[in-house]
């Protein structure tokens, strides 16, 4: 593992001076590291004051939400998967919906639909509830795989296609889907396409005995989530994405993340290794990673600390490995201990 002394190493290879002022989008000079550190602190103490003992997943949670990508919860039930998701929709103050995937769902219930307008005569377009900054999705493996598809073109290329006619989706956008990974009957598993487009998975696990004690304290009379107000704006987060966007990524940090993704594709326990788009995600993750910790330059310890999340709900196992119980989250963690780390330039 490097240090965080070394940053400065993997970052000679690219001056700041040499990478231009990122611009809000009222054209005055975005909030900078110094900005981006006081509302994510706003937004982890808002979720944290909802989500007691996870500091970890609160914070790979808003770290997905810089990185202009997507969530994947997956745990058992009553762990709190669709608290999170609404404590982070709720802490910031913009456009929010919330599905319920049910095996009877229709594509054009996400989506939307073009209906007749008989005052009109013509057809007018009825939005969908993707049309909306974060769209909460409990349960999104009960959908069919036809319901399940209908996110593939919103959650990649931030747009939706109804009857010919493509509506852009304003930024930011952000897709928390939760799925239960025990009780299969009468569910339908994402397919590897759809698993690729979410950003990261994350697990919320058990809290421990003092952080569930005070759960029971502030869950008593009332939810946390009723007293939850928002602590930033849709603008705000926007600024926050380019100030992540031009976070400094030295050409041997590229190498490394490059290294990692390669080798789950030639890795005798894996049969499908992590694609591309999982290169580009781990990237964008590791910038949005650095900043939280108000810095302008991503060093391997980024990479390695999401290699997990970001890579292991993309692999499948082979037959021999799922006989000895193999994960692929135990085979990403295995490959960050094998793999060479760059050395930072002296």
């Not at 970052?11 to 040499?18: G, L, R, V």
């Amino acid at each position: 593992m490097t240090v965080g002394t070394h940053g400065e190493s993997f970052m000679e290879t690219d001056p700041p001076a040499s990478r231009p002022a990122r611009r809000a989008d009222n054209g005055r000079p975005g909030p900078g590291l110094d900005g981006l550190a006081q509302v994510a602190n706003k937004i982890r103490d808002a979720v944290e004051s909802v989500i007691e003992g996870k500091p970890s997943v609160v914070r790979l949670a808003l770290t997905v939400l810089l990185a202009e990508g997507h969530l994947l919860i997956e745990d058992v039930p009553g762990v709190g998967k669709t608290m999170l998701a609404k404590a982070l929709a709720r802490s910031v103050d913009c456009s929010v919906r919330r599905v319920q995937f049910t095996p009877d769902l229709l594509p054009s219930d996400i989506t939307g639909v073009s209906a007749y307008n008989q005052e009109l005569r013509e057809f007018e377009f009825k939005p969908g509830p993707v049309f909306a900054n974060i769209v909460v999705g409990d349960e999104i493996n009960r959908a069919s795989p036809k319901t399940q598809a209908a996110l593939l073109e919103c959650m990649e290329e931030r747009q939706v296609t109804v009857d010919g006619t493509t509506y852009r989706l304003e930024p930011p956008f952000m897709v928390i889907a939760t799925q239960n990974p025990v009780e299969m009957e009468g569910t339908y598993a994402l397919p590897e396409a759809q698993r690729d487009r979410f950003t990261a998975r994350i697990a919320m696990g058990y809290p421990d005995p003092s952080a569930e004690m005070e759960m029971l304290e502030n869950h008593g009379e009332a939810s946390p989530l009723d007293r939850l107000s928002p602590v930033a704006h849709a603008a705000d987060v926007r600024d926050l994405i380019e100030v992540v966007r031009a976070q400094h990524v030295s050409t041997a940090v590229r190498q490394y993340a490059i290294d990692l993704v390669s080798a789950t594709r030639s890795h005798p326990e894996l049969r499908l290794g992590a694609s591309p788009r999982a290169t580009l995600q781990l990237v964008r993750a590791a910038r949005a990673y650095a900043a939280l910790d108000d810095r302008d330059y991503v060093v391997p310890d980024d990479v390695q600390d999401l290699a997990v999340p970001v890579l292991a709900h993309r692999l499948l196992p082979t037959a021999e490995a799922q006989v000895e119980r193999r994960r692929p989250e135990q085979v990403v963690a295995d490959l960050v201990k094998r793999l060479p780390v760059p050395s930072p330039r002296k």
